[in-house]
């Protein structure tokens, strides 16, 4: 299958500082790219979706201020935590495909830490 | 929107026997169905998915069914091994409006295969 990357594997800031998460798809062109947080023993939440060049449609509940997406390229799409809390603290994962070919591949996710 | 149901929630077997994962949808008009797996501390890897064309897949080892009428599909893995301990997530992908392409998950399965 393809592979989605994701830098950094993991992360550490102090409270009120700003974090950015890329997801690149290596050897695939991505129209759509997903994000998702995972909490502990829990399963995956959608935050938003991201098409390339477009702004990215954020779920219900989720802030679009706070969780900020680019999606520069085919290749690349960055999430941005502005401002991070101790309570942003999650798994953040990405996804990457075409959607109209059920392709979605997953990234090996973010290990975000807020102190 | 899409609401998928998944059980049980934690499921223990001895190496060689099978293992069986059920999972519900809400929206009939979802046409996708994948079943990911994901090791601890990584993201999810895609082992088997079917479309609503289809009534059963395999793969070696691993099977899904589908039933479109009661709206439920279910993952069997058999003669188990100590290496398919993880957690199991089914998803059931969006067709149409706003939600098109978004992938709604299960709560996940904790398998746990004992030598």
């Known amino acids: 299958g393809a592979v989605v990357s994701q830098h950094p594997s993991r992360v550490i800031c102090k409270s009120g500082t700003s974090v950015k998460i890329e997801c690149r798809s290596l050897d695939f062109q991505a129209t759509t790219m997903f994000w998702y947080r995972q909490f502990p023993k829990q399963s995956l939440m959608l935050m938003a979706t991201s098409n390339e060049g477009s702004k990215a449609t954020y779920e219900q509940g989720v802030e679009k201020d706070k969780f900020l997406i680019n999606h520069a390229s085919l290749t690349l799409s960055t999430l941005t935590v502005t401002s991070a809390h101790p309570e942003d603290s999650s798994f953040y994962i990405c996804?990457?495909?075409?959607?109209?070919?059920?392709?979605?591949?997953f990234g090996p996710g973010t290990r975000l830490t807020v102190l | 929107g899409e609401n998928v149901e998944q059980h049980p929630s934690t499921l223990s077997v001895q190496e060689g026997d099978s293992a069986v994962i059920k999972c519900t949808y809400s929206d009939s008009a979802s046409n996708y169905f994948p079943w990911y797996k994901q090791e601890l501390g990584k993201g999810p890897q895609l082992i088997i998915d079917?479309?609503?064309?289809?009534g059963e897949k395999k793969d070696q080892r691993i099977a899904v069914t589908l039933n479109k009428t009661a709206k439920h599909f279910s993952l069997h893995i058999t003669e188990t091994q100590p290496e398919d301990s993880a957690v199991y997530f089914c998803?059931?992908?969006?067709?149409?409006?706003?939600?098109?392409?978004?992938?709604?998950f299960g709560q996940g399965t904790i398998l746990t295969v004992h030598p």
């Open positions: 079917i479309r609503s064309n289809v």
């Open positions: 996804s990457a495909g075409r959607v109209a070919y059920n392709e979605q591949f």
């Open positions: 998803a059931a992908k969006a067709t149409g409006g706003t939600s098109y392409g978004k992938l709604t």
